[in-house]
């Protein structure tokens, strides 16, 4: 796994894009995500820790805040809703919303009535968080 990051730094340098937005799960500390995630829980029950993060062959803008907690009751669209009122999209871009466990080989298009306390149930990873990915597609061709 840790080759992996290795070699999308590398692929990143080539490139000069900055890929620390996929990173979040590799460069902090298994022990320091769960101990957040068990703070915010204990905080917020009713709330769904989130990370949102860039696909990495996305060129729009980063989200400007990786981690969010966001009440479980919420839907797909609303966290739709909230990553376009951060970045800047052209008329002709639609955004694409995936869940996937930290690991990006793995990711799952979400339906935009899905509610969040539901996918959490389901597709939380091993240290608490939900992963979200989101890029861009052209809805016209």
Do not use: W
């Not at 590398?10 to 500390?29: F, G, R």
């Not at 979400?110 to 979200?132: A, E, Q, T």
């Amino acid at each position: 796994m840790m080759q992996m990051v290795f070699e999308l730094i590398q692929q990143n340098n080539a490139q000069s894009q900055d890929l620390t937005h996929i990173l979040y799960k590799y460069i902090t500390p298994v022990n320091q995500r769960i101990n957040e995630c068990k703070q915010i829980l204990e905080q917020y029950p009713d709330y769904v820790p989130l990370i949102i993060e860039k696909h990495p062959n996305s060129k729009l803008e980063d989200f400007k805040k990786r981690k969010l907690v966001i009440q479980g009751k919420m839907d797909i669209l609303k966290i739709q809703s909230v990553i376009r009122s951060n970045i800047k999209l052209n008329s002709n871009e639609a955004v694409s919303i995936f869940v996937h466990n930290g690991y990006m080989e793995q990711l799952k298009l979400l339906n935009l009535g899905s509610r969040l306390s539901d996918l959490y149930k389901s597709y939380k990873s091993n240290d608490g968080f939900l992963y979200i990915t989101y890029c861009e597609f052209s809805s016209f061709g």
